[in-house]
């Protein structure tokens, strides 16, 4: 291999180790990349890959680390955010840190405004925002407001933003994490024209294809620390079982845990359920759909984007979503009223949000709060929260599920995205309901934290609770689920016994514009 000294490099990062209280983040943290390339990070959740990105940027700024930053062979001391991006070091934030209320131009320009003596000059602000926004392949006008935008296109206004700093070396943190596939490819034939302009980027990503087809070189972290850099295109090919085993310190042979499902009666019916847009109460987004779902079961439900799966489960969870809604639910045979979450949870329904930063956690507040925060009554006494009573029901929930935190009282903020949602599960699982609808269960996380999960999924099968899950991930429903119904168009369009199905059988079903006949 060549040496340093003939390969054209970009950027060191020199035995970088962060400290936290409690906690080594980073312990001689080394990797080096080369100029025009794209190089991706890997690792658990947990294992400081955000955590490394943020001291490269100054968000954790010189001193409060111990190593070098080397950029261009020139040692780097960031204070802060601003001094990295003057050397053309921009961060994009999986947590995108756009204004909704803005337009995209005046977004793109934040803190970098175009201006004719000491006034903005809008003419020019809107004409270089046009160029921008050309240039990374976003056909919106600049003056329209990010909140109209989806969250595909926010993503290129924060690269178009990027571009406008004179980028040279462009951080993404899970840049694909919350797009559909269509908006993910377009994200990744930017970044390859980046690349082909000589910007180099580093992706951190859980999205081992696309790290195959994208990256030229990816550096593994476990634990802290730098196990190996592999070269993408080098003699040996490096496979994605070969970037698993680096970053768990195991071969995952199999990425789903061996199950055998023990089915009982029925516990959860929907009935002819329909859901109407709460903007727009003419328009249907969920038609006449019938489901069911047995004691010890695991059941999925597959669709393409807009397809209505989140706003079926959201509007049967004490019709959280929607308006115009007709249908019956039935949970044991019993019809159960579910106009409210309260009389949803009490019913003995429980629902697990794709957005666990939004709906599913207070960012806020401690592990040992959010555990606790949907059955308070069962850690009270005459209407006060029992304090003791309440740190051993979440220490016993932290333990179980092996979420990684020094206490229950750490802020739950601060976790991993794989941590977050273990406090998710066992907040429901503290309401000890009946049926779960875990909606995308596993969005963001790795494949180690991916394995825990569906661990914790076949024990709730295995307890006798009927599990309905949401994935946009087929062979995730096809590693876990003992029956999948498909949805399109808000409409059951087929149902399939794990025996019978296949990414082509649901993709198919999944793109059907009628209901099948039968069920």
Known sequence: MSSEH???????????????????ALS?????VERGTVHAICGENGAGKSTLMKVLSGIYPHGSYEGEIVLDGRTCAYRGIRDSEADGVVIIHQELALSPYLSIAENIFLGNERRRGPRIDWVETNRAAARLLERVGLREAPDTKV?????????LVEIAKALSKDVRLLILDEPTAALNDDDSEHLL??????????????????KLNEIAAIADAVTIIRDGQTIETLQMNGSVPVTEERIIQGMVGRSLDNRFPEHVSVVGNEVFRVEDWTVHHPQDPHRVVVDSANLHV?????VGIAGLMGAGRTELAMSIFGRSWGTGISGQVSVDGRPVRLDTVRRAIRAGIAYTSEDRKRFGLNLIDSIRHNTTSAALGKVSRRGVVDAGSEY????????????KAPTVDAGVGQLSGGNQQKVVLSKWMFTEPEVLILDEPTRGIDVGAKYEIYTHINRL????KGVLVISSELPELLGICDRIYTLSQGRITGELDREQATQEGLMHLMTMERQAPGR
Do not use: W
Request: hydrophobic fraction near 35%; charged fraction near 30%.
């Open 461 to 464: 099968a295995d307890a006798g």
């Open 189 to 206: 034939s930017l970044i390859r024209g980046l690349r082909k302009e000589g910007i180099t980027c580093i992706i951190i990503s859980h």
């Open 392 to 403: 051993h029901v979440s220490e016993d929930y932290r333990r179980r599920m092996n979420t």
């Open 294 to 298: 047995r004691r010890g079961e695991i």
């Open 6 to 24: 003939t390969r054209d490099v970009i950027l060191e990062m020199r035995e970088i180790t962060k400290t936290f209280p409690g906690v080594k």
């Open 28 to 32: 001689d943290v080394t990797f080096t």
């Open 147 to 155: 909140l109209d935008i989806g969250v595909g296109k926010q993503q």
